[in-house]
């Protein structure tokens, strides 16, 4: 399996059709929030936009949740 995306790369085309091409990609990397701890908020001018980042590593644990939470901002709860 290729670690570098270049198998994903093909299937976003497709779903991506204007998609760019990848100027930088890394792997096993950890999104640290400041404070260390989650971020879950609409993005700043796209209130229909939720994101969930700076799990530090720990998201996996909290998917359940994380995906419940998600499910509800896409279901307007």
């Given at each position: 399996?290729?670690?570098?995306?270049?198998?994903?790369?093909p299937?976003l085309?497709?779903?991506?059709?204007?998609i760019?091409?990848?100027?930088y990609?890394?792997a096993?990397?950890?999104?640290?929030?400041?404070?260390?701890?989650f971020?879950?908020d609409t993005?700043?001018?796209h209130?229909?936009?939720?994101?969930?980042?700076?799990?530090?590593g720990h998201?996996f644990?909290?998917?359940?949740?994380?995906?419940e939470?998600?499910?509800d901002?896409?279901?307007?709860?």
């Open positions: 399996v290729a670690s570098d995306g270049s198998e994903a790369f299937f085309r497709n779903v991506l059709p204007g760019g091409c990848c100027l990609g890394a096993c990397t950890y999104d640290n929030s400041p404070d260390e701890d971020i879950i993005l700043p001018g209130d229909n936009t939720l994101l969930i980042t700076g799990l530090s998201g644990k909290f998917a359940s949740v994380l995906g939470i998600a499910a901002f896409a279901q307007d709860k």
